[in-house]
């Protein structure tokens, strides 16, 4: 789908030469879905500089553990994406000036320690996912949306679930019957900030939406 610009109206016309086109449902401009180098729009971009821009198709991870604190079986979910663009920094002597591009992932991702996302796909995670709650991690004081036991809400810290080996996202033997990962619809692209990228994802298996 396409990923709605924030183009002011002096700026339609060059807009519209590089290829964006005017959706007139919402009035806004868009990047059409056949558009692979996005930079020639970077200053309409209206994400940070830490976000990524998810492109179609939109994937979920899903997974279970045990709670750390009463002991259940629990769902824990994960946004995840195998057609994405992240910001990176640029050498010094880039031609074009500018000090970052943004970059295709080269690698499916799944995302963790999530600070924000467009809203239609932040509500469809809290919709699949009631337990998905912005939580205060003491651990690391700091604050994201993490999954938490739907029987005692305790908060299952993002460290355990995808950066220590043997967690749900981070599997020492992979099984895909272990890990599911699914599709879900969105009108637009969607910008989500967080972190992505890791080698324990190499091996999941994406293949039905590359």
């Known amino acids: 789908m396409p990923y709605i610009l924030n183009v002011p109206f002096v700026d339609k016309d060059e807009a519209k030469a590089l290829g964006a086109y005017w959706l007139i449902e919402i009035k806004k401009w868009v ?23 998810v492109r179609k198709p939109y994937l979920l991870a899903k997974a279970t553990r045990i709670c750390w604190k009463c002991g259940q079986k629990i769902p824990v979910i994960a946004p995840a994406a195998v057609n994405y663009y992240h910001l990176e920094e640029v050498e010094e002597d880039n031609p074009d000036g500018n000090e970052v591009a943004w970059i295709k992932g080269e690698s499916p991702t799944l995302f963790s320690y999530l600070q924000s996302a467009d809203p239609p796909a932040m509500e ?30 305790i908060l299952q810290g993002d460290f355990e679930l995808h950066d220590e080996p043997g967690g749900p996202f ?9 890990i599911e990962i699914t599709s ?27």
């Open 184 to 210: 879900f619809e969105l009108e637009y692209d969607y910008a989500i900030e967080g972190e992505y990228g890791g080698q324990q994802f190499e091996e999941m298996d994406f293949s039905e939406f590359l």
């Open 170 to 178: 981070f599997p020492i033997v992979y099984d895909p019957a272990d």
């Open 31 to 53: 990047i059409p879905d056949h558009i692979t180098d996005i930079n020639c729009f970077a200053k309409w971009i209206p994400a940070g500089r830490l976000d990524c821009i």
């Open 124 to 153: 469809h995670f809290k919709k699949v996912h009631p337990q998905f709650k912005y939580s205060f991690s003491k651990a690391i004081q700091f604050s994201y949306w993490a999954n938490t036991c739907k029987h005692c809400n």
